[in-house]
């Protein structure tokens, strides 16, 4: 009897088959969304590979994000074209086959081209997967697979340093791209073979809305160029920056025209009509800054100021994937008993906490100094993104998943696009302001900096001789630019915390989802 209710119903069992077939789905995301992070422990090897610059090796992480944004929304009408089974085998072994390009590439501009087709067919699987988890499972089940896909969805980009900078460290940088060959052609089999919920509607391509897609590309893609590449060339006073940033603006008033007036359009917008929908995206918004910004910046101190190379960066960041993983079952038991609105609360406070806290290092702090904010911020994610994913798409019927699914993964990395730029920003405007400030404090009249100059030069005398005054200059000079970068982070990561903080009362507005995640979307 149960077998012949539909997809998704109480009553219904998910098979065994369909369980693999799931589980192969998540294991694709969490290779789509680690490979967001998993360079930036090694841009300095790959730059070294490449013979590049410091600022263009940073497009091999950029050009993947670029592309992911892109095809994330698109990947909802491709998904009701293809069918889900169709999409993500294309999908999973596409990933693989740029993956193996990437490690082929013997030049910049080739990495670079091979890592936006890496990201942008591969963006496919992580809305996907979203999707699937309200299609395939009933409501009361719901709540044990999100903590699942919440704890893939987070712990990725968290742990993809600590993979990254194992990898280069043990094997090479072209590691990073091989190790996903072999699992994504398996992972394309598997959903093959295993999974198959819906069917194909080939009747859509009838209708494909071409310009759609090039104002969507053109919008989005402008975007995320002027958000990473901005505050490197100070904005406006940039020309290539503000062409791309009329473009955007152009191209981003066509898109949301089109869509609201077709009557199939490309991206359905009207999900934001529901109240937990869009409240949920904003949640998400603000959880892809405190992601991304956080293991952006982290790293970035380690190698700066500390110099750690990229096995110790990876050793300190694996502190808040363990915690998140540990707490993960907590938090989906918690789930089914608690209002989701109070546990979210919980993990706000906790995150902008565990920020707070970081933003009082110095420039001693390494392992041990990082723990407790580390395993305090990976634990609080677990308390804030399995009730974001239930109040967002917990209540959406199953027409609209697809697509909803897609613009709430969207808000996330468009999250961490955003982060990271205003990071960026505040880096380079509080970096210099620190820089100066110190400056103004290291003159010849204090007693202090006379006698840290002597000192330092009577230890470099007998190796440099008459150099050693100049050589002790320097010194206090690379000093003073270390404690400016030190101090800046701290200011970064103290308005991160407060972003935090703020949206703590944003939760008691939001409408009350039932115990376990939403409402039976069927």
Same mark, same amino acid.
Request: proline share 4%.
């Given at each position: 009897?149960?077998?012949?209710?539909?997809?998704?119903?109480?009553?219904?069992?998910?098979?065994?088959?369909?369980?693999?077939?799931?589980?192969?789905?998540?294991?694709?995301?969490?290779?789509?969304?680690?490979?967001?992070?998993?360079?930036?422990?090694?841009?300095?090897?790959?730059?070294?590979?490449?013979?590049?610059?410091?600022?263009?090796?940073?497009?091999?992480?950029?050009?993947?994000?670029? *592309?992911?944004?892109?095809?994330?929304?698109?990947? +909802? $009408? =491709?998904?009701?074209?293809? %069918?889900?089974?169709? !999409? &993500?085998? #294309?999908?999973?072994?596409?990933?693989?086959?740029?993956?193996?390009?990437?490690?082929?590439?013997?030049?910049?501009?080739?990495?670079?081209?091979?890592?936006?087709?890496?990201?942008?067919?591969?963006?496919?699987?992580?809305?996907?997967?979203?999707?699937?988890?309200?299609?395939?499972?009933?409501?009361?089940?719901?709540?044990?697979?999100?903590?699942?896909?919440?704890?893939?969805?987070?712990? *990725?980009?968290?742990?993809?340093?600590?993979?990254? +900078? $194992? =990898?280069?460290?043990?094997? %090479?940088?072209?590691? !990073? &791209?091989? #190790?996903?060959?072999?699992?994504?052609?398996?992972?394309?089999?598997?959903?093959?073979?295993?999974?198959?919920?819906?069917?194909?509607?080939?009747?859509?391509?009838?209708?494909?809305?071409?310009?759609?897609?090039?104002?969507?590309?053109?919008?989005?893609?402008?975007?995320?160029?002027?958000?990473?590449?901005?505050?490197?060339?100070?904005?406006?006073?940039?020309?290539?920056?503000?062409?791309?940033?009329?473009?955007?603006?152009?191209?981003?008033?066509?898109?949301?025209?089109?869509?609201?007036?077709?009557?199939?359009?490309?991206?359905?917008?009207?999900?934001?009509?529901?109240?937990?929908?869009?409240?949920?995206?904003?949640?998400?918004?603000?959880?892809?800054?405190?992601?991304?910004?956080s293991v952006y910046l982290i790293p970035l101190y380690l190698g700066r100021v500390?110099?750690?190379?990229?096995?110790?960066?990876?050793?300190?960041?694996?502190?808040?994937?363990?915690?998140?993983?540990?707490?993960?079952?907590?938090?989906?038991?918690?789930?089914?008993?608690?209002?989701?609105?109070?546990?979210?609360?919980?993990?706000?406070?906790?995150?902008?906490?565990?920020?707070?806290?970081?933003?009082?290092?110095?420039?001693?702090?390494?392992?041990?100094?990082?723990?407790?904010?580390?395993?305090?911020?990976?634990?609080?994610?677990?308390?804030?993104?399995?009730?974001?994913?239930?109040?967002?798409?917990?209540?959406?019927?199953?027409?609209?998943?697809?697509?909803?699914?897609?613009?709430?993964?969207?808000?996330?990395?468009?999250?961490?696009?955003?982060?990271?730029?205003?990071?960026?920003?505040?880096?380079?405007?509080?970096?210099?302001?620190?820089?100066?400030?110190?400056?103004?404090?290291?003159?010849?009249?204090?007693?202090?900096?006379?006698?840290?100059?002597?000192?330092?030069?009577?230890?470099?005398?007998?190796?440099?001789?008459?150099?050693a005054d100049q050589a002790a200059l320097a010194k206090v000079m690379a000093m003073?630019?270390?404690?400016?970068?030190?101090?800046?982070?701290?200011?970064?990561?103290?308005?991160?915390?407060?972003?935090?903080?703020?949206?703590?009362?944003?939760?008691?507005?939001?409408?009350?989802?039932?115990?376990?995640?939403?409402?039976?979307?069927?």
């Amino acid at each position: 009897m149960s077998a012949d209710l539909p997809i998704g119903s109480e009553g219904r069992p998910v098979s065994a088959r369909e369980w693999a077939g799931f589980m192969s789905m998540v294991v694709g995301m969490f290779m789509a969304i680690l490979d967001i992070q998993i360079v930036s422990a090694s841009l300095a090897e790959i730059q070294s590979g490449l013979s590049a610059s410091a600022d263009e090796a940073s497009w091999v992480q950029t050009s993947y994000l670029i *592309a992911e944004i892109v095809m994330i929304p698109l990947s +909802g $009408w =491709l998904s009701r074209l293809l %069918s889900t089974r169709i !999409l &993500f085998t #294309i999908s999973a072994g596409g990933f693989a086959l740029f993956s193996a390009l990437c490690a082929m590439a013997g030049t910049l501009p080739e990495m670079i081209v091979f890592r936006a087709a890496q990201g942008f067919i591969g963006g496919a699987m992580i809305p996907t997967v979203f999707a699937t988890t309200y299609l395939l499972f009933p409501p009361s089940r719901r709540a044990h697979v999100s903590v699942l896909i919440g704890l893939t969805a987070t712990l *990725a980009p968290t742990i993809g340093p600590t993979v990254g +900078g $194992w =990898l280069t460290q043990t094997f %090479s940088w072209h590691w !990073l &791209f091989l #190790i996903n060959v072999p699992i994504g052609m398996l992972i394309a089999v598997l959903v093959w073979n295993l999974l198959d919920i819906d069917k194909p509607n080939w009747s859509l391509r009838n209708t494909f809305d071409w310009w759609g897609l090039g104002f969507l590309a053109g919008f989005l893609g402008t975007l995320e160029y002027v958000m990473e590449e901005g505050p490197r060339w100070d904005w406006l006073q940039d020309e290539t920056v503000r062409n791309l940033s009329i473009v955007c603006a152009i191209t981003g008033v066509l898109f949301f025209h089109r869509m609201f007036t077709r009557r199939d359009p490309l991206v359905e917008l009207r999900a934001f009509k529901n109240t937990n929908f869009a409240s949920g995206c904003l949640f998400s918004f603000a959880m892809g800054i405190g992601l991304y910004g956080s293991v952006y910046l982290i790293p970035l101190y380690l190698g700066r100021v500390r110099g750690f190379n990229s096995m110790q960066i990876g050793e300190t960041m694996f502190v808040t994937g363990l915690f998140m993983f540990m707490m993960a079952p907590v938090a989906g038991k918690l789930s089914r008993y608690v209002d989701l609105r109070a546990m979210m609360a919980v993990g706000l406070l906790m995150f902008g906490t565990a920020v707070w806290l970081t933003a009082h290092m110095t420039s001693e702090w390494g392992f041990w100094e990082f723990m407790f904010p580390q395993a305090l911020r990976g634990a609080s994610m677990m308390f804030i993104m399995l009730p974001v994913n239930q109040i967002a798409l917990g209540t959406l019927p199953p027409a609209m998943m697809k697509n909803a699914s897609g613009l709430y993964n969207l808000m996330r990395n468009m999250g961490g696009a955003v982060g990271l730029a205003l990071i960026n920003t505040i880096v380079i405007d509080r970096g210099q302001m620190h820089r100066q400030h110190l400056a103004e404090q290291i003159t010849w009249a204090r007693a202090g900096v006379q006698s840290a100059l002597s000192n330092m030069a009577a230890g470099l005398r007998p190796h440099l001789g008459g150099n050693a005054d100049q050589a002790a200059l320097a010194k206090v000079m690379a000093m003073m630019q270390q404690q400016a970068l030190v101090l800046t982070y701290n200011d970064v990561l103290l308005l991160m915390s407060a972003v935090f903080f703020v949206l703590i009362p944003i939760t008691i507005f939001l409408r009350k989802p039932g115990i376990g995640g939403g409402g039976d979307a069927h």
